[in-house]
């Protein structure tokens, strides 16, 4: 079976996008074991302190960013505690 030019240029982006996935993955797996911060369960009490702690910064101008990087949350959940 011979493959076009067209054919061999669609599998080259598919082969290059592949790996290109399979890096991040190597990248994000090594950022999670180098010291991020580790997604816990808290107790309601200590959600409570948190969500407190978090609406105080933020009235204060903290960015979410390093909201969300002190306390191992997205910064989607930052916002949504507004």
Known sequence: MSL???QIARLNKIISTAQ???ETAKLEEA???DGA???RRR???EAEKMRA???AKRAKGVPATKLADKYGVTTA???MIK
């Open 31 to 33: 950022a999670a074991r």
């Open 4 to 6: 076009s030019k067209r």
């Open 77 to 79: 959940y930052i916002y």
């Open 37 to 39: 911060p580790r997604r």
């Open 20 to 22: 290109k996935v399979l």
């Open 43 to 45: 107790s309601s009490a």
């Open 53 to 55: 702690e978090i609406l």
